[in-house]
């Protein structure tokens, strides 16, 4: 018996529809969820005047009320990825959903802003226990659907985060205490629908992922998503991995953070270019909702490789002056995917690391975080102008990145 099954085996080996892990009410209460984190994060940037105007605050202290909830999100993936598989799936969403809430009426009702900053870190918390625990679960629970169902899932996140600034929009950054004090409340309903979640924990690795069960599609004939050439070493795989989740995330925050400042450097106007930072996020949940069926007939490698190549096309595109809003709109629909295509890839390729989901979706969020400060260096050097090509040539960093990772993944399981 080999190793590694065929992708033939592995349609033979789906599970049961009555071993499937979401109910229909709780893929829509998940789907929710992840609104709902989408919406937390993007709370905090629009209600900064409203922070500042309250506490006191300079610019560079307002703006700790995001990292603290970034910090919040990586010390929760963490935590519940070490109590996976030892606390049923239930308790642990349900548990973060109510770190969530409690952090979010917290901060809305914090008297200074050490206690304000506390409560973000509490809904971080939360908030990485919801982002590691639906992930993992839609990236082994769905069988060859699996890819489909993440892009959908993290497609909600972007509702999310283009709700929450238009709701700061239309009530005023000075009722931001409302907002947050919503938001924990919208939290509660969901906890009735852990009953349609499955509290077993599902193996990967063991035929619910990897592939696409489609034959006859480039990169899923004859082989898994996740087989691993021979002589790879499981470390340098999963390095591979965290490298590109860090850098492309990056890109995703760079682009989000610095195409306002490119765009009016070039001779746009605020408002455009606040309008097309607004398209690049819309086009970034669009993509992820029109890979979705591609997901069911193409393999998560044709997909990163061809968002990879696509991303980098378009960064290279904006930095053309009249292309820029265009090539940046583009940006944001490659790189939708790959998020949540890689994760299916991930647990296929290296089934017997447990910890690896945990490991880049932490590394995501460093990204985030670690994105604005690097790329504010970078610019120092180079000039605004720059932004597009030194963003380029990360992306391209990226597809490397993929290339190997489908050489090192072809054949036999990683090396241990």
């Known amino acids: ?172 950054a000075e009722h931001y205490p409302a907002l947050f004090l919503a938001f924990a409340a919208a939290n509660l309903p969901l906890l009735l629908c852990l009953r349609g979640v499955r509290d077993q924990v599902p193996q990967p690795g063991s035929g619910t992922t990897g592939t696409t069960g489609t034959t006859g599609t480039t990169g899923t004939t004859g082989t898994t998503a996740g087989g691993s050439a021979r002589g790879r070493s499981l470390g340098s795989v999963l390095a591979v991995f965290v490298t590109l989740y860090v850098l492309h995330v990056g890109i995703e925050a760079g682009v989000g953070g610095w195409e306002p400042t490119h ?19 819309l086009m970034m949940t669009v993509g992820r909702f029109l890979v979705a069926p591609l997901a069911l007939r193409h393999s998560p490698q044709a997909i990163i490789t061809v968002s990879c190549a696509g991303m980098t096309v378009c960064l290279l595109l904006a930095s053309v002056p009249w292309l820029a809003p265009y090539a940046y709109a583009g940006v944001g629909l490659f790189i939708a995917p790959i998020f949540p295509t890689g994760l299916p890839w991930l647990n296929a390729a290296a089934p017997r690391a447990r910890r690896a989901g945990a490991l880049v979706i932490a590394a995501s969020m460093i990204g985030g975080v670690a994105a604005g ?23 391209a960093v990226c597809l490397l990145a993929t290339l190997w990772l489908i050489r090192a993944t072809r054949t036999d399981p990683p090396a241990l």
């Not at 990485?128 to 060859?144: E, R, S, T």
């Not at 899932?153 to 709700?163: K, R």
């Not at 400060?373 to 992306?395: H, M, N, Q, T």
Request: proline share 6%.
């Open 1 to 172: 018996m080999p190793d590694t099954p065929t992708a033939q085996e592995v349609r033979q080996i789906r599970p049961a529809p009555e071993a499937r892990v979401f109910s229909p009410a709780a893929v829509v209460a998940s789907c929710v969820g992840f609104v709902l984190i989408g919406a937390l994060q993007a709370l905090y940037g629009p209600a900064i005047p409203a922070f500042r105007d309250e506490f006191g605050l300079s610019p560079s202290a307002a703006g700790l009320g995001l990292s603290a909830h970034f910090v919040g999100g990586v010390a929760g993936v963490l935590l519940f990825d070490r109590l996976y598989g030892r606390m049923g799936n239930r308790r642990i969403l349900g548990t973060s959903y109510l770190l969530m809430a409690l952090g979010a009426a917290g901060f809305a009702l914090a008297p200074n802003w050490p206690a304000a900053l506390a409560a973000a870190l509490l809904a971080g918390l939360g908030f990485g226990g919801i982002d590691y625990g639906l992930n993992q679960l839609f990236a082994v629970g769905f069988g060859h659907r699996s890819t489909a169902m993440l892009n959908i899932l993290n497609a909600h996140f972007g509702i999310g985060a283009i709700l929450g600034p238009a709701l700061v929009a239309a009530v005023g």
């Open 263 to 281: 765009l009016e450097t070039v001779g746009y106007g605020a408002g455009a270019a606040a309008t097309a930072t607004s398209v690049y996020w």
């Open 373 to 395: 400060p690097a790329l504010g260096k970078a610019i120092e050097w180079s000039g605004v102008r720059a932004v597009p090509l030194l963003l380029c040539a990360v992306s």
